[in-house]
């Protein structure tokens, strides 16, 4: 691998040769790493910490002052009403340690990130290239692929210097080319993509699942106290002042992890993406990813999860740098300015995702289903 010269210091003396650091030390998106590069976040990474908020102060409250006056409720009744208790109030506390685990996983690992190419790829064609202002040659803007039988565009994207596969966009906050980019949440902090949407959705779904249950067992806990005391319902919610505030918390909150849980289930069964509903993709076309009801259910959770194909933790020469010049210099063939565009770090002189090679006449999608087979020209 070739490095660029590094740049003359005003005295003449040229800056010490490069050294060698991790690889999410030299990152070139917007991502915030911890541990070591063990956990990767988007640069909203704090808000977080408030989502773990929402879900454990309710918690807390529903443990202290419902949960546990349930249970000294039917401690006086027979053996089998404390065993029913014990076992809900069991799978509660591991509904929301799942749910704690669940968000972990959502935001805390590669989404389905493409490393950066360090170069433009080389025109396929010399009768693909483009001319731009003063006759400079470039590379198409986008390129027809064929999935199923359906022509696809994928586009070039000027940060990433690489053509993106079927699916991929790049998240302006994260700054990243993400696979099967679904969107970017900023509840969890990070983007939502092909590594990470099953365990999104699950997250979501257990949420619902325990605003469910606490909603519930609020109402169980207002009317044993209606038995106990023979009074109407508003004397006993009068009783239990938290039972109120947890029921109105569950409630609005149910209206928004319960609507997004049935949305994502839309999605999922009918094989489409946020960002693709949203821009209304297949309105007016079929979608070329449907493989019905169950086949795209079956994809989304019994698909193994493909590995990442960034090593954060791995040794890279970090280059000097070099003042940027503008995203159309990007597009420009490697034989125009070759120096002045290799601004990128060390860490991108790798192959460019094998899902999509340039100069291949076939591309297979990254999870190797569907054939994907380029347009001649």
């Known amino acids: ?25 030299a990152w070139e998106g917007s991502n915030i790493f911890c541990l070591g590069g063990r956990f990767i976040f988007g640069p909203d990474a704090r808000s977080v910490l408030l989502t773990i908020a929402l879900i454990v102060a309710p918690a807390t409250i529903f443990c202290m002052f419902v949960a546990r006056k349930l249970m000294d409720d039917f401690s006086g009744d027979w053996g089998i009403a ?19 685990m669940l968000l972990l996983l959502t935001s805390g690992r590669d989404p389905g990130i493409i490393p950066r190419n360090a170069h433009p790829p080389e025109p396929e064609h010399d009768n693909s290239m483009e001319f731009g202002p003063g ?18 565009k994928v586009k070039y994207c000027d940060t990433c210097m690489l053509y993106r596969p079927p699916r991929c966009s790049h998240c302006s906050i994260c700054d990243n080319c993400v696979e099967r980019f679904d969107h970017h949440c900023p509840w969890i902090g990070q983007c939502i993509g092909l590594r990470n949407y099953r365990f999104f959705f ?12 606490v909603h519930g067992f609020c109402w169980v806990y207002i009317k044993r106290i209606m038995d106990s005391e023979k009074s109407s319902i508003w004397k006993a919610m009068t009783k239990t002042p938290a039972s109120i505030v947890l029921l109105a918390y569950t409630f609005l909150a149910l209206w928004f992890v319960g609507g997004l849980s049935v949305f994502h289930l839309y999605l999922i069964s009918t094989n489409q993406s946020t960002y693709e509903n949203f821009r209304y993709q297949y309105s007016m076309r079929s979608n070329p990813y449907n493989k019905g009801i169950v086949g795209n259910f079956m994809e989304v959770f019994w698909r193994s999860i493909p590995a990442s194909k960034n090593n954060f933790r791995a040794k890279v020469q970090k280059k000097s740098v070099i003042p940027s010049h503008s995203m159309s210099a990007s597009f420009i063939s490697t034989n125009v300015g070759t120096a002045k565009g290799e601004q990128e770090k060390a860490m991108w002189d790798m192959p460019i995702n094998r899902a999509l090679a340039i100069g291949s006449s076939r591309i297979i999608l990254p999870d190797g289903d569907n054939n994907i087979t380029e347009n001649q020209q």
Not at 1 to 20: F, I, L, Q
Not at 135 to 152: E, M, S
Request: glycine share 4%; proline share 5%.
């Open 82 to 100: 404390i065993m029913v208790v014990f076992i809900v109030f069991t799978l509660y506390l591991y509904l929301h340690f799942q749910d704690l």
């Open 135 to 152: 006759q400079t040659p470039r590379l198409p803007r986008t390129k027809d692929v064929v999935i199923n039988g359906i022509t696809v």
């Open 1 to 25: 691998m070739d490095a660029v010269a590094p740049p003359e210091s005003h005295g003449g003396a040229v800056e010490s040769a490069a050294e060698m650091v991790r690889t999410y030390k």
């Open 202 to 213: 699950m997250f979501v779904f257990s949420t619902t699942l325990l605003c469910l249950y």
